[in-house]
């Protein structure tokens, strides 16, 4: 076998480059031909076996069959853009008002050089690779949209592994690798709530039903479901981001509509708090007269990360960069990631690349200012290749 780190090593160049062209030409949610074509592009050169791309299908797979029987992998990256002006005055920055600020840019270009590698090792490659390239995961719909195309058949994906750069969490820095077992990004669902009462004159209150004093103690009494309904040793978030309702001072509005947000990071507490969010809604408003409107949009469940894949992607780590510089990612953040659709269905594991700087040049994901430390792509391409080239092994306990 070849030393796949090394070959990834050599290709940092070759990634920034892909990166830095990739950058300069951000696309929104499935509406991504440019990026598409990009890819295609490189894919076509590096002599996989198959690549899938159209007929009403969304996002690239790439198919690599190895030498060997085996299980089937698949290796997930994400390509889309944000739709904000960027600020970073790198001489590659985009001028088309869309902006790679959250690191997709790199992600695809790292999977091009781990499909480049695996393709080179495909002789030594025990089963097949499938290579998943994601538009729309800003908005969480491309995972569900490729799933719906059927991307986790034909063949079958016996395991699922995937990437998030830049310095989404602390404490593990550029030149690391960072791995968590359970869960590492939360779910995130929305919920709007309309009160109706009966309007009328703010002096007459006796003759309405007021929806804006439901909002109020629905509000108040849905703070309870994480303080009070919750293990403290468990995560949740409750927030209500909008309260809207009436015209002016001396009117009793007839509704009032309030809208929030729901974070956890288990099936059990996610199921429970949408419960509960209807539950006291519908119940305040019965008890004072009124009804309330309850509905939800569901983003991606928490992702959560399997056990043994975890372990796997832990020894693959250690063998690229060694066990210093391997760390444990220490909490998961409540924001959430598409990536979670395929986990849900097929054991998996998410990890850490950072690419900080450690100065001044870390910003947010999201910011205007947002950029990554290149140095490190390669270590995302060597781990990645090197776990698919490894993870059928048994290694002695
Ligand atoms: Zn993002
Ligand atoms: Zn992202």
Do not use: I
């Given at each position: 076998m070849q030393d796949t780190t090394k070959q990834a090593r050599a290709m940092n160049d070759q990634i920034v480059q892909w990166r830095r062209a990739l950058h300069q030409i951000p696309e929104l949610g499935f509406e991504t031909p440019r990026t598409e074509q990009f890819i295609l592009e490189r894919l076509?050169?590096?002599?996989?076996?198959e690549i899938r791309h159209g007929n009403g299908k969304r996002g690239i797979v790439a198919l690599i069959k190895g030498g060997k029987p085996g299980k089937v992998l698949g290796i997930r990256a994400d390509y889309d853009a944000l739709n904000m002006t960027e600020d970073?005055?790198?001489?590659?920055?985009?001028?088309?008002?869309?902006?790679?600020?959250?690191?997709h840019d790199a992600h695809a270009a790292i999977l091009l050089a781990t499909t480049k590698i695996l393709a080179e090792n495909k002789k030594d490659l025990q089963g097949t690779v499938k290579l998943l390239f994601q538009p729309s995961e800003e908005n969480g719909k491309g995972a569900p949209a490729m799933i719906e195309d059927g991307v986790l058949d034909a063949p079958a994906l016996d395991g699922i592994i995937g990437l998030h750069t830049g310095n989404?969490?602390?404490g593990v820095t550029a030149g690391e690798a960072g791995y968590r077992f359970g869960a590492i990004m939360a779910a995130a669902d929305w919920f709007t709530v309309t009160f109706n009462g009966k309007g009328g004159h703010g002096a007459t209150p006796h003759l309405t039903v007021d929806p804006v004093t439901m909002a109020c103690q629905a509000v108040s009494a849905m703070q309870l479901i994480v303080s009070r309904e919750t293990s403290p040793l468990e995560s949740g978030v409750v927030t209500v981001g909008t309260i809207q309702g009436g015209t002016m001072p001396n009117i009793i509005a007839p509704s009032c509509t309030i809208a929030g947000t729901l974070r956890s990071l288990s099936p059990e507490t996610r199921k429970k708090l949408g419960e509960r969010v209807r539950e006291i809604c519908e119940g305040t408003a019965k008890t004072l007269g009124g009804t309330a409107d309850v509905s939800f949009t569901y983003g991606p469940p928490p992702l959560i990360n399997d056990k043994a894949m975890t372990e796997k992607l832990k020894a693959a780590m250690e063998d690229v960069?060694?066990?210093?510089?391997v760390r444990e990612v220490a909490e998961p953040t409540m924001g959430g990631e598409d990536m979670a659709f395929f986990q849900e269905r097929v054991p998996g594991s998410f990890f850490f690349l950072p690419a900080t700087?450690?100065?001044?040049r870390d910003y947010p994901h999201h910011h205007p200012k947002f950029d990554l430390?290149?140095?490190?792509?390669?270590i995302g391409a060597a781990v990645m290749a090197h776990f698919a080239l490894t993870w059928q092994e048994v290694r002695p306990a």
């Open positions: 076509s050169t590096f002599g996989v076996d970073t005055g790198l001489p590659f920055a985009s001028t088309n008002g869309n902006m790679h600020a959250c690191g989404l969490w602390k960069l060694g066990a210093d510089k700087f450690g100065d001044g430390n290149e140095e490190v792509f390669w």
